[in-house]
């Protein structure tokens, strides 16, 4: 069985944006300054090759993904190159009730696809998939607190990857919207010498 893995960045009030969406108190926001230290960047560049397919939310389709990382792939010695390269070639599956293929989203929709149906039968079909003979073979999510918080509560995600940033915002939008209680266990804690704490939870099952 694949395993779905979440990447995110968090304050240490546990917000992945404020109430606007700003991210601007990031250590890194995604911008093309690289402010992560390298060994940051190393971690985050090859959890993400661990991966063949990535989901992605309306939202992050339509501001740009796409086209961003293509843009970056064009310069073979920007530092984010590596995870961007890696990132334009695989499969992508955007979760989306409003779009379709005729919907020009930047970057255009080369290896990218619309999930049909119910986003939790999707991504169960997604999990079951063969594993590929090399290369990554696993699921990585990225997008909004909406969606991901929908993933966390159906119990979708199995790696949470919880980068949390050296400021506290007081109030902003998060991602763990629960009815009930959910179990994780630490795999794993690191802090990186830009202030950014890594915490790699998995889901308990049962």
Request: glycine content about 8%; some cysteine; proline content about 3%.
């Amino acid at each position: 069985m694949r395993k779905l893995i979440l990447e995110i960045q968090t304050s240490v009030d546990g917000f992945i944006a404020d109430t606007n969406g700003s991210t601007e108190w990031m250590v890194w926001n995604w911008g093309a300054e690289w402010t992560w230290d390298e060994e940051l960047r190393n971690y985050h560049t090859q959890l993400t090759k661990q991966v063949d397919c990535i989901l992605l939310s309306r939202q992050m389709a339509e501001e740009g993904f796409n086209v961003h990382w293509q843009k970056v792939t064009e310069t073979p010695s920007d530092p984010r190159y590596e995870f961007a390269k890696h990132a334009t070639e695989i499969r992508k599956v955007v979760f989306t009730k409003t779009l379709d293929k005729s919907f020009p989203i930047p970057g255009g929709w080369t290896k990218t696809d619309i999930a049909e149906g119910d986003f939790v039968d999707v991504i169960k079909r997604l999990k079951k998939q063969s594993r590929p003979q090399s290369g990554g073979n696993d699921i990585m999510v990225y997008g909004g607190a909406t969606f991901v918080s929908s993933l966390i509560k159906a119990k979708l995600i199995d790696e949470f990857h919880l980068l949390v940033n050296p400021v506290a915002i007081g109030n902003g939008l998060p991602i763990f919207n629960l009815i009930a209680r959910q179990a994780l266990t630490l795999i794993r804690s690191k802090s990186f010498s830009c202030g950014v704490v890594l915490l790699h939870y998995e889901l308990k099952k049962g």
